[in-house]
Every structure is written in C-alpha cells, then in structure tokens.
C-alpha cells in the first residue's frame, strides 16, 4: 500500500519480491488491489498453518525493507510511514477479508482487482487502469491469468526450508548480520555449533537465497 501517488514504488518492490520468491522456487502470482496497491499470491498445498504464512511473509517483508530502506516500511501507524510503501504482511492471518481477482471496488472509476503479467509490470502501470468497463475486453485479450493460482499448490523442498527457516529465531537475525544468521541457523536448527561456518556453507539452497538477498 503507497503513501502517495507514485506507483513506480510498488512496481519497484514488485520487482524485488518476485525475483525473491522465484529464488526460492516459488510461482508468485501479482494483481492490482483495485485501489492503491498490489497483492502477491503464493499458492501452497494444504498443511501450512496461518501462523506459518505470517512468518514467512514478515520475512519477505522485512527483507524488502532492508533492500529498499527509501520507499519501503513495515510501520503499521499511517502517520509515521511518511512517503514509504507499507507491506501488509499482517493480511496473512485468520479471519481477515480476502480481496478476489476481478472483484469491482468501492472507489471513483469502478476500479476492478485485475491479475496481472509480468511484462505489465512497468513504470505506467497504475491501478485506474482497469475498472469494469474495460475488464471483459481484457479477459479476452489476455486470458485468466490468475488461473494458475488455482491450479497449482507448491510444496517444494525450497518452499518448505524457506517456511522452516522464517518460523525460527534465523529470521530475525536475516534482517542483520550475515555470521549471525548462519550461527543461529547451525546452532538451533541443525545442531552443528562445533563447526566452522566457512565448512557449513552452503547450508542449502533456499537459505543461501535467502541470506543472500537480505544481507547483501
């Protein structure tokens, strides 16, 4: 959710979570909020709790935030966001409301929640783009692109270390220092404190990602 008017924001961070979320094997699926912001869809195999995506999505979040210290924050007080995009990680929780694609929102236009391809994600892009006038035309010429979101459930083994890895005390420390999160993910999560980091490196795939993108 912008601050204000500038959505080459959003599309910058949209950039940034979707390089993020392919890197840890993962199909992420973008579409317009219909109002000011965009949500990123992850479809996942039954078995993971609430709790669960939370984490893992305040890690994204704040690993956003650390890459992108001058639009993005995670500050919930609207008051104190300034002219910085907000990442609603908090959405992931039980029993909150769920905005679907194509839904027509309550704002000036008949703004629609439109699903998104990756080559629209550009500097024009904005969410005015598309209401319920222009939507069946759209549907025809683009398809359903959200389509993909239904039919697919990812339950990779990237995804599962990347669920794992958040919902430990690592991912705090991802937000720091890189010898620090790899101390605490040999300490508590792989019981091998004795050993040198440099002979534990790489620790898998998905951390090395992982780390990498938020610490470097």
């Not at 959710?1 to 094997?25: H, M, N, Q, T, Y």
């Not at 869809?41 to 893992?56: D, N």
């Not at 001058?70 to 990680?89: C, F, H, M, P």
């Not at 420390?173 to 605490?184: E, K, M, P, S």
């Given at each position: 959710?912008?601050?204000?008017?500038?959505?080459?924001?959003?599309?910058?961070?949209?950039?940034?979570?979707?390089?993020?979320?392919?890197?840890?094997?993962?199909?992420?699926y973008?579409?317009?909020?219909?109002?000011?912001?965009?949500?990123?869809?992850?479809?996942?195999?039954?078995?993971?709790?609430?709790?669960?995506?939370?984490?893992?999505?305040?890690?994204?979040?704040?690993?956003?935030v650390?890459?992108?210290r001058?639009?993005?924050?995670?500050?919930?007080?609207?008051?104190?966001?300034?002219?910085?995009?907000?990442?609603?990680?908090l959405?992931?929780?039980?029993?909150?409301?769920?905005?679907?694609?194509?839904?027509?929102?309550?704002?000036?236009?008949?703004?629609?929640?439109?699903?998104?391809?990756?080559?629209?994600?550009?500097?024009?892009?904005?969410?005015?783009?598309?209401?319920?006038?222009?939507?069946?035309?759209?549907?025809g010429?683009?398809?359903?692109?959200?389509?993909?979101?239904?039919?697919?459930?990812f339950?990779?083994?990237?995804?599962?270390?990347?669920?794992?890895?958040?919902?430990?005390?690592?991912?705090l420390?991802?937000?720091?220092?890189?010898?620090?999160?790899?101390?605490?993910v040999?300490?508590?999560?792989?019981?091998?404190?004795?050993?040198?980091?440099?002979?534990?490196?790489?620790?898998?795939?998905?951390?090395?990602?992982?780390v990498?993108?938020?610490?470097?």
């Open positions: 959710d912008p601050s204000e008017e500038d959505f080459s924001k959003v599309i910058r961070i949209a950039e940034f979570i979707g390089a993020l979320l392919r890197g840890a094997g993962l199909r992420p973008a579409k317009t909020s219909g109002a000011s912001g965009l949500h990123i869809y992850i479809p996942l195999v039954r078995g993971y709790s609430y709790e669960q995506a939370r984490m893992f999505c305040e890690l994204v979040a704040r690993m956003i650390r890459e992108h001058d639009i993005a924050t995670v500050e919930r007080s609207v008051g104190k966001r300034g002219n910085l995009v907000y990442q609603d990680y959405q992931n929780i039980k029993e909150q409301t769920v905005v679907p694609a194509y839904v027509a929102r309550p704002v000036t236009g008949a703004n629609v929640t439109a699903p998104l391809d990756r080559d629209e994600l550009e500097s024009d892009l904005h969410p005015t783009m598309f209401n319920i006038l222009n939507k069946p035309e759209r549907i010429r683009r398809g359903e692109l959200f389509r993909g979101q239904i039919d697919t459930r339950d990779s083994g990237a995804w599962r270390q990347a669920v794992h890895l958040s919902t430990s005390r690592v991912g420390a991802l937000c720091g220092d890189l010898n620090t999160a790899l101390r605490l040999i300490d508590e999560d792989l019981n091998l404190a004795d050993k040198p980091v440099a002979e534990l490196l790489p620790i898998s795939t998905a951390v090395r990602d992982l990498s993108f938020a610490v470097s």
